[in-house]
């Protein structure tokens, strides 16, 4: 297979990801040791490493090999076909009729729901004032189940403050078991899944997320009916959830969505957006911790752009300053480091034959630091993505992935990190406890340090604060 696989350029690493103790760093040392691609056996399953934009390009901008790797079937029990784990057909029609539902106008209604959990986040942070470090992780993951509840179903869940909410604990279960699967290679076939104690918590947390977001969706469809039928006498909701715009689209659009087709879009979302938020906010404050002069410069352009106005989504386009410090943090430590593509018909990636039933890992944790593109790349640099400098070129950088299949919710989840970021900072001065040789990096789906993402916080004296 390997020879099959990569007869000229790639070379066969026996490797079990799980024990690899630095896996980020070892996986740099091999792509500089032997060449542009690679190939790794994790337990019986070859995968092949791109990290070259002259490899990702042809996959990323590909129109035919847009399947995910067969491993994302672990997520299906939860999330059925939706759109991250469809393909073919069906991916195409789900794409196309929920693009609407992430365009500006409507994540837009989104700001306040943001700003509030934001402001949740840093009075439960408060807590940690003066400690030499905590992990800031759990505290982001919360705020940011907190928004996408509210943005997906229209539910305050309050998971902040409620920290028992079985709701929540049962995504955070699914989400950590399904993570779990994908790395523990003798966990991935079924025979052997179904007899450890993650099958019996994967069931019972199953059950907690279907029932409840069937019964939001059985509410919210009753209430559109009553509304559509001229019967609703209270006043429409103003903010929209995505679950309003899908039922929208299932009555009125020429395509019908079931329960069932609902159900698997909402449960998308929860699942795609907040992981990938959190571990964004909580690298995004690692790496200003370790830069503490760009989160006064983050402030001053705060204080000038947006000063005592409100937040709104124009102002928050104005901060660029803050947008480059966003970037350079996706660009070292981005929040998904791994994007997997299944290949059903042979191609051609840098000279090397892929053959059909390949599985290629876009590792965009090396594509990001390529000295070509990022010169000193190691280097924390924000002002490499100013707008007097160059864009960088397609498909080097790309933390959303990119082409057809890329983050579908970008929009939406760059707001809610602004909001996030800003809030903390003006709160707080944030240090992060580890420097760069301290971490091991792992990959669970998202990008995770084995310590977690350790802070000191210290009260801040914003002369900006507003009255
Ligand atoms: C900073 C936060 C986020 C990051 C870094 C991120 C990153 C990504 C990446 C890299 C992909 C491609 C994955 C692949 O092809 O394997 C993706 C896909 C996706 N993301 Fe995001 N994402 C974020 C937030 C969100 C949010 C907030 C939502 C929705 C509310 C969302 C919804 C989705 C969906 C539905 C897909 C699948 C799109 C498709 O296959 O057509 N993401 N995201």
């Not at 006043?235 to 079931?258: I, W």
Request: with cysteine; proline share 4%; aromatic share 10%.
């Amino acid at each position: 297979m390997c020879e099959e696989a990569c007869t000229q350029r790639c070379s066969c690493i026996a490797a079990a990801l799980r024990y690899a103790k630095h896996f980020f760093r070892k996986l740099l040392s091999w792509s500089e040791k032997y060449g542009d691609i690679f190939l790794v056996w994790v337990g019986m399953r070859p995968f092949i490493w791109l990290y070259r934009v002259e490899s990702v390009q042809p996959i990323l901008s590909s129109t035919v090999h847009i399947d995910k790797s067969i491993e994302y079937r672990y997520l299906s029990d939860w999330l059925g076909t939706g759109l991250v784990t469809s393909d073919g057909e069906k991916w195409h029609a789900r794409r196309k009729l929920l693009t609407s539902s992430f365009h500006n106008g409507v994540i837009e209604k989104y700001l306040g729901s943001s700003i509030r959990e934001a402001n949740v986040l840093v009075s439960r942070l408060r807590a940690e004032i003066g400690k030499p470090e905590f992990d800031v992780v759990p505290y982001a993951k919360l705020a940011a189940l907190d928004v996408i509840c509210d943005t997906a179903m229209g539910y305050h869940m309050n998971a902040q403050t409620n920290c028992g909410n079985e709701y929540v604990l049962a995504v955070d279960k699914m989400t950590s078991i399904v993570q779990k699967r994908f790395i523990t290679f003798w966990a991935h076939p079924d025979i052997l899944f179904n007899r450890t104690s993650w099958a019996t918590e994967q069931q019972a947390a199953l059950e907690v997320i279907h029932n409840f977001t069937n019964k939001v969706i059985a509410e919210r469809k009753a209430e559109w009916k009553l509304k559509h039928d001229g019967n609703f006498n209270e006043t429409p909701r103003k903010r929209q959830a995505l679950l309003d715009h899908l039922l929208e689209v299932s009555q009125c659009g020429n395509t019908l969505l079931t329960d069932e087709d609902i159900r698997e879009e909402v449960n998308t979302f929860m699942f795609a957006g907040h992981d990938t938020v959190a571990t964004s906010v909580s690298w995004i404050l690692y790496a200003l911790g370790r830069h503490p002069k760009y989160q006064k410069k983050i402030l001053q352009e705060y204080r000038s752009v947006i000063g005592c106005n409100e937040i709104t989504m124009d102002g928050l386009k104005k901060l660029e300053f803050l947008d480059a410090c966003m970037k350079e943090s996706w660009r070292l430590y981005p929040a998904v480091p791994l994007i997997a593509r299944q290949i059903y018909s042979p191609i051609k990636i840098m000279k090397t034959e892929v053959p059909t039933g390949s599985t290629v890992l876009v590792n965009t944790y090396i594509l990001h630091r390529d000295p070509r593109h990022f010169p000193r790349p190691e280097v924390f640099y924000p002002e490499r993505f100013l707008s007097q400098n160059a864009k960088p070129q397609p498909f080097t950088f790309v933390p959303f992935s990119a082409g057809s299949r890329n983050c579908i919710g970008w929009k939406f989840a760059q707001m809610e990190v602004k909001v996030f970021i800003l809030s903390v900072l003006k709160a707080f001065e944030v240090r992060a406890v580890e420097d760069e040789e301290q971490l091991r990096l792992v990959s669970e789906l998202v990008l995770v340090n084995r310590n977690g993402v350790r802070l000191t916080i210290m009260p801040r004296n914003y002369d900006g604060m507003c009255q």
